[in-house]
């Protein structure tokens, strides 16, 4: 067995010419992987980041506000939510009471016409989970219990706000009357993506007053402070709480709009991951398919000789991987920077496109290369050299002892 | 006897219909025999030669060797009793060119299914006359001195037969005589029985017996 | 010979003469315009979840002219609203602004009630909007009504058909059924104890239910009705929002 990977490992470097070609397929193959998974990979990762932010990990809200969640029913309400938020804390997640209403804003004088919608919670859903500390463009996060305001950074260029303007948002209280607020904006936002952009952020008691909703909330939102795939154990776990009867409990990917979303982009990653390789691998075939051919007559005795079909295999793929090995390496090393790269200045999409698509998304695209991504590149690089030297390994096997005969007759 | 050739027969498909490349062959083999199948191409020669070296089967007839029915066996057990007891000599050499000499004979035990000694790959070696170049590789080798180490790795596990075809067609012919004055040393010396398929005087000059073939029949046996 | 033919031959003359759609809204109108106007409002806006209830000011001149101030509760006291002609002004203390209200907000209920700004906009007779016909008698409350059936002139308007009942003695609409133009029922509008003050009849208290919503309501009920307050312009105008 050893002597077979010594003479599988010494046919490497046989055919100096052939081997370097068949060594940059691989090399491409896997620097393209990298990229591309790194792209992908920076895509999901951007998306979950904005679906955490405006859907929350798991949310918990009253089956009616479910129901006609699309007309934001403000009297749909949790209340009161300091038993919910408890039973949540409980269990070792962090919970996050949430408001949220559309209103019309203005800045300056007159009663204006820019609709947006308000978001009220706690200062550590601010500061946790949509990160806003690092976030800030200018001015500083909210601190008083009422009377202050943060502009999400396109919400603060349609207004024309700056740091010490005062807004005035016309809202609505849960009963339907017009519910007038005012507050200072202390701060100005980059939230990540553009739906959060256009929205106003306030303290939760200055929602629950424009609301009319003392000590309640619209939404919990739950943080496990885990991988965002794992939302739905999380919401199982929750749904076991007594405290949380009669409430609806929703992972993130549970919820239409972001599952399919979610699926759309695994499937594309896969799509995309599994055509590399298997062009690349096309690229290896051919490369190696040409050593099997010429080998003919060597094989030949060899088989002759009594070597059996398996170990024909085995010795081809052997070589196989041992080029794809130095390929996967040297496909790394390049791919890399470029994964870097694009994780440092992204690809700009345009706010347009960005705009259109029902998730919040920023209009530029960030790669986001981690070491799985890395390591799953290079192990993917082996298994396009792998997969292309089967073939003609399997060619090789039907190479019969009187071929080597006949061949250079 | 070795080998016992009783009206053998092999027909390939060809086209809409087929050839046969031997029709009703007897013959019988001794051991120790130093033995040419001659005769032009197409004669069948070769085809004999596959057959008696199991590297092929009947069609029709059989073949024995040491008493056992070749057409009885499975592809797996001709294979098994080919590695044994069967050496093999090409026109093309067919070394290995990532391995040492030393280690293309290894290879031939190894496969064998006989333990890898190194002693005896080198004796068999220096036996061919090739002490000085145990680790050199075949690009840095005559085409004389490729065909040693081919004879060598035909001999080290001490085979039934030694079967080549056309052994001399790629050497020169100082080199070809060379290495059948050595295949016939060793044929005497060691009682290795070889049986050729050729058409080329150098070998047919130092054969004891020739059976000469044409169209598939055989045509004569000399003496 | 001929008096008996037309008797017989024109539709609706019945033993007891029906008014004409035209004469009888006149008389309505007649008795629910003024020179002007001052009330107590209390407004209860029970819905199935929560009641809130308001109490407000409330002046009126002509038909055109209409101001109210919120008293109660506290977070809305202090807002005022005011009606000139078919423009609706709002002050809302808590930002010290006015807002005036437009298109698709006047049809929102005011301060969540079941009464729209729309609804309270009404000024101008019927009769501009829809064609009327007396369609018989009816009863409402043990009160002896008129029945009218109205039918709007164009789509635009908030109520294509509504259904009257006018009380024989007071003249006063005491139910509403207000349909969309598929015929479904959105709103029931009706008034109670009415009275007579300084020689006009005045509902003490009006209800108004949403049909579309289940347990939903508004309950206004008035005091201190005078009609012969004298109102000075100011009251009428921007700057009285403001103050």
Redesign the interface.
Same mark, same amino acid.
């Given at each position: 067995m050893v002597?077979l990977l010594r003479?599988a490992a010494?046919?490497v470097?046989?055919n100096t010419r052939r081997s370097l070609l068949t060594t940059a397929t691989v090399l491409l193959g896997t620097a393209m992987l990298t990229v591309a998974l790194s792209f992908v990979g920076g895509l999901l990762g951007g998306l979950m980041s904005g679906v955490a932010a405006t859907a929350g990990e798991v949310r918990i809200v009253t089956p009616e506000y479910e129901l006609r969640e699309a007309l934001m029913p403000l009297?749909a309400n949790i209340a009161p939510v300091e038993p919910v938020l408890e039973a949540v804390r409980a269990r070792g997640y962090a919970a996050h009471p949430f408001l949220s209403s559309g209103v019309t804003a203005t800045v300056g004088e007159d009663?204006g016409e820019v609709f947006c919608q308000v978001v009220g919670s706690d200062p550590s859903y601010y500061a946790e989970v949509l990160d806003l500390d690092e976030r800030l463009v200018a001015g500083r996060l909210i601190e008083a219990e009422r009377g202050e305001s943060l502009l999400g950074l396109a919400l603060a260029e349609d207004l024309g706000a700056e740091v010490g303007d005062e807004l005035?948002v016309?809202g609505?209280?849960q009963? $339907? !009357?017009?519910s /007038?607020?005012?507050t200072t904006v202390v701060g100005v936002v980059d939230v990540g993506n553009i739906i959060s952009n256009r929205q106003a952020f306030m303290s939760l008691a200055e929602l629950q007053w424009m609301i009319?909703l003392e000590g309640g909330a619209l939404q919990v939102y739950v943080d496990s402070g885990a991988d965002i795939g794992g939302a739905r154990e999380v919401a199982q776990d929750l749904a076991q709480d007594p405290a949380l009867a009669g409430l609806t409990i929703q992972a993130w990917n549970e919820r239409d709009t972001f599952r399919q979303i979610y699926d759309l982009s695994r499937t594309i990653h896969f799509v995309l991951a599994g055509g590399i390789v298997f062009i690349t691998a096309l690229g290896v075939l051919n490369t190696m398919m040409m050593s099997v051919l010429e080998r003919t $007559?060597?094989v030949?005795?060899?088989?002759? %000789?009594?070597?059996?079909g398996p170990s024909v295999v085995f010795m081809f793929v052997v070589e196989g991987l041992g080029i794809g090995l130095v390929g996967s390496v040297l496909g790394l090393a390049l791919g890399t920077p470029v994964a870097l790269y694009l994780q440092r200045h992204g690809i700009e999409i345009g706010q347009d496109v960005a705009n259109k698509v029902a998730v919040p998304v920023n209009s530029t695209f960030y790669a986001d290369l981690t070491p799985e991504i890395a390591v799953s590149a290079f192990l993917l690089g082996l298994l396009i050299a792998a997969l292309g030297a089967l073939v003609p390994a399997l060619r090789a096997t039907s190479i019969? /002892?009187?071929d080597? %005969?006949? !061949?250079?007759? | 006897m070795l080998l016992k050739l009783d009206r053998v027969g092999k027909r390939y498909p060809m086209g809409g219909g087929h050839v046969d490349a031997l029709k009703d062959v007897s013959l019988e083999i001794q051991a120790g025999e130093f033995l040419a199948f001659a005769g032009p191409s197409g004669s069948g020669k070769?085809t004999l030669?596959?057959l008696v070296?199991c =590297? +092929?089967t009947p069609s029709s007839g059989s073949i024995q060797l040491d008493g056992q029915d070749l057409g009885r066996m499975s592809r797996g057990q001709l294979?098994?009793l080919?590695?044994?007891r069967i050496g093999?000599v090409?026109?093309?050499f067919? =070394?290995?060119?990532?391995?040492s000499a030393l280690e293309n004979v290894?290879?031939?035990l190894?496969?064998?299914?006989l333990p890898?000694d190194l002693d005896r790959c080198e004796q068999a070696l220096v036996d061919v006359g090739l002490k000085e170049q145990l680790h050199k590789r075949p690009n840095q080798m005559s085409g004389g001195q490729q065909q040693r180490v081919a004879i060598a790795?035909a001999l080290v596990k001490q085979p039934a037969l030694v079967i080549a +075809?056309e052994p001399t067609a790629?050497l020169d012919s100082h080199n070809g005589e060379a290495v059948l004055d050595l295949m016939r040393a060793l044929n005497e010396d060691k009682g290795a029985t070889f049986l050729f398929s050729t058409h080329d005087s150098i070998v047919l000059d130092r054969v004891r017996r020739t059976v000469w073939l044409r169209d598939g029949v055989v045509q004569k046996i000399e003496p | 010979m001929m008096q008996l033919f037309l008797a017989l031959s024109v539709p609706g003359l019945h033993a007891e003469e029906l008014p004409t759609a035209q004469d009888l809204l006149a008389k309505v109108d007649a008795n629910m315009t003024f020179e002007s106007r001052s009330l107590e409002a209390t407004m209860e806006?029970v819905?199935p979840? *929560?009641t809130?209830t308001y109490t407000l000011q409330s002046y009126g001149r002509g038909a055109d002219e209409a101001a109210s101030e919120f008293l109660s509760p506290a *977070?809305?006291a202090g807002t005022k609203m005011l009606k000139r002609g078919d423009e609706l002004w709002?002050y809302?203390p808590?930002?010290e602004?006015? #807002?005036k209200l437009s298109g698709h907000m006047l049809r #929102?209920?005011?301060?969540?009630?079941d009464v729209s700004y729309e609804d309270m906009m009404e000024s101008s007779s019927w009769l501009t909007h829809y064609t009327a016909t007396v369609t018989g008698s009816g009863e409402f409350e043990d009160q002896a009504c008129w029945t009218l059936e109205l039918k709007a002139r164009q789509d635009d308007v908030s109520y294509p058909v509504r259904k009257v009942w006018v009380a024989k003695d007071s003249l006063v609409p005491v139910k509403q059924e207000l349909y969309a133009l598929s015929g479904m029922l959105i709103k029931v509008w009706t008034m109670h104890d009415v009275r007579e003050i300084e020689g006009r009849y005045y509902p003490m208290r009006m209800r108004i239910e949403d049909k579309l919503q289940q347990d939903s309501y508004t309950e206004m009920r008035f005091a201190n009705v005078s009609f012969s307050v004298p109102l000075e312009d100011e009251v009428f105008s921007q700057r009285w929002l403001e103050r």
């Open positions: 002597w003479l010494r046919n470097f046989r009297d009663i005035v016309l609505q209280t009963d $339907g !009357s017009m /007038p607020v005012k009319d $007559g060597e030949g005795v060899l088989r002759a %000789m009594g070597m059996k019969q /002892p009187v080597a %005969m006949r !061949s250079h007759r | 070769t030669l596959n070296g =590297l +092929d294979g098994q080919r590695a044994a093999f090409f026109q093309s067919n =070394l290995i060119p990532v391995l290894e290879v031939a190894r496969l064998g299914g890898a790795r +075809d790629n | 806006v819905k979840k *929560r809130k *977070r809305d709002m809302l808590s930002i602004k006015v #807002q #929102q209920g005011m301060m969540g009630s």
